[in-house]
């Protein structure tokens, strides 16, 4: 069994900053690449950021140079550490990991406005 459970989301000012957190209950989680997506209404579910067992990144264009990702192994933790929020990073945001099938988590909402 695979669960995702993500927080942190919220109301932020344009130019602003969240931090969300994602607590992954799986074995391997070690070995495992994590993944953030969000998905704004009427749009695509997009990948916004990923993350390897090692440490590699990999960031949407759109987010590059703004967001964070980041693991803790030891605490089977994903984190998304987001800088400069613009109104169109407004969406739920949903950790992700492919373990043999697509695990989500519930969500979180992030709404960037003045």
């Known amino acids: 069994q695979v669960q995702l459970v993500e927080s942190g989301g919220g109301l932020v000012q344009p130019g602003g900053s969240l931090n969300l957190s994602c607590a992954a209950t799986?074995?391997?989680?070690?070995?495992?690449?994590m993944g953030w997506y969000r998905q704004a209404p009427g749009k695509q579910r997009e990948l916004v950021a990923s993350?390897?067992?090692?440490?590699?990144?990999n960031y949407a264009v759109p987010v590059k140079g703004r967001f964070t990702i980041s693991r803790d192994n030891a605490k089977k933790m994903v984190y998304l550490h987001m800088n400069s929020l613009k109104p169109e990073d407004t969406a739920v945001y949903y950790c992700h990991v492919n373990r043999g099938s697509d695990y989500w988590g519930q969500g979180t909402q992030v709404t960037v406005s003045s």
């Open positions: 993350i390897t067992e090692r440490g590699s990144t």
């Open positions: 799986t074995v391997f989680f070690s070995t495992l690449i």
